[in-house]
């Protein structure tokens, strides 16, 4: 068993729209971002690829490589988990936390998980995504941004 902790943090933008775990979330602003800024899977396809010791997201898909120009970041998490599979891991658990001030997740979380399992090809009882705000504090209690964190088990 090996545990692994991905985080990720995006900027603001107008004229973008917000996805968060695959989720097109209806809100006035985007994120920032080479790809569709999914700041959430991110931080997914980084514990996973971290418990594995593969690097983090930066090296398997470059900001700098216009192949993942506006690429959705469940094709991403799909690779990730291929890469995963490829090295003889497979997903034991993911628990993933988003910080945004706004807009509200509640009633995107099931999706999001749904999409993570998805991509991964387990079960969605294995996935866990929470929201939090940061109470007004920070960068994204300053309504500047949203980070994630996520945490995974691999064996």
């Known amino acids: 068993m090996r545990i692994g902790h991905g985080y990720d943090v995006h900027r603001f933008c107008f004229d973008r729209k917000l996805i968060l775990g695959g989720v097109e979330v209806p809100f006035n602003k985007g994120l920032l971002g080479h790809s569709d800024a999914d700041v959430l899977l991110h931080a997914v396809c980084d514990s996973?690829?971290?418990?594995a010791a593969l690097g983090d997201i930066g090296k398997h898909f470059p900001d700098t490589d216009d192949a993942f120009k506006g690429i959705s970041s469940l094709v991403l998490l799909k690779k990730t988990g291929e890469i995963l599979h490829e090295n003889g891991y497979e997903t034991?658990?993911?628990?993933?936390?988003?910080?945004?001030?706004?807009?509200?997740?509640?009633?995107?979380?099931?999706?999001?998980?749904?999409?993570?399992?998805?991509?991964?090809?387990?079960?969605?009882d294995l996935v866990s995504v929470k929201a939090t705000t940061e109470e007004g504090l920070g960068f994204t209690g300053e309504k500047k941004g949203i980070a994630a964190h996520a945490v995974c088990l691999i064996k």
């Open 92 to 124: 034991v658990n993911i628990d993933a936390t988003v910080i945004a001030q706004e807009p509200k997740l509640a009633d995107f979380i099931y999706d999001m998980r749904k999409n993570i399992a998805k991509a991964l090809g387990i079960d969605i």
């Open 48 to 51: 996973l690829l971290g418990a």
